[in-house]
């Protein structure tokens, strides 16, 4: 059975890559997006079977645009492709509903193994990556004993990236004043006390790239 695939990823040498790295007679490339919202939008017309989505990208990350998808299309898979070997950035992808999660430097072999154990149903964890530490930031959250909500954890990834109130909001499709309340929260959780410490922090948890 042919696989349908979409591939979300904002560099085009990388996605003539996948492209490349997948020229076999059982996948098909339905489309290629060069953004998040374009990879929701792709995702809702074309129905692929996967959608390799990658972490960092403009307009919406993948991990709210594999949140959309999955709410959007919940039949449609999401394998999250980033060159960032972090548990945290793998809990945060499955928290979104993303059904799998493999290095970039994947070979073609291991790429297809991963592909074809997300349309069986599976969990994909790639090589390198360490399950039991995925499950303790899933249920524990942090080392600290701070537990972030998953939209906290997008505002916090967001006002990390530089990102004011307003683009926030945009960005999430919420209100301002409700951005504003994520914040403070985040900063009582976490005892932090600005922007620069809120960015530390993310970086240091692997939340940015």
């Known amino acids: 059975m042919t696989v349908r695939i979409l591939i ?3 560099q085009q040498l990388v996605r003539q890559g996948l492209v490349a790295l997948l020229a076999v007679d059982d996948v098909t490339i339905v489309g290629e997006a060069e953004d998040g919202v374009g990879a929701v939008a792709m995702a809702q017309t074309l129905l692929p079977d996967v959608v390799l989505m990658d972490l960092s990208m403009p307009e919406l990350d993948g991990v709210e645009a594999t949140r959309r998808i999955k709410r959007q299309t919940p039949q449609v898979k999401v394998l ?3 060159i960032a070997n972090c548990e945290r950035r793998v809990a945060e992808a499955l ?3 993303a059904d799998g999660y493999a290095l970039k430097k994947l070979g073609h072999g ?3 193994a991963a592909i074809t154990a997300v349309c069986a149903g599976k969990t ?3 090589p390198g990556l360490s399950e039991d530490l995925v499950k303790e930031y899933l249920e524990d959250g942090d080392a600290n004993g701070a537990t972030l909500t998953p939209r906290e954890g997008q505002v916090l990834r967001l006002i990390a990236q530089g990102q004011k109130n307003r683009e926030i909001a945009e960005d999430l499709g919420i209100a301002i004043k409700t951005v504003e309340t994520h914040r403070t929260k985040i900063m009582q959780k976490l ?8 960015a530390a922090y993310a970086i240091r948890r692997g939340l940015i790239e």
């Open 80 to 82: 999250v492709l980033t």
């Open 8 to 10: 979300a990823e904002d």
């Open 191 to 198: 005892d932090l006390h600005n922007s620069a410490e809120l």
């Open 110 to 112: 291991e790429l297809m």
């Open 124 to 126: 994909y964890l790639g």
């Open 95 to 97: 928290s979104a509903g």
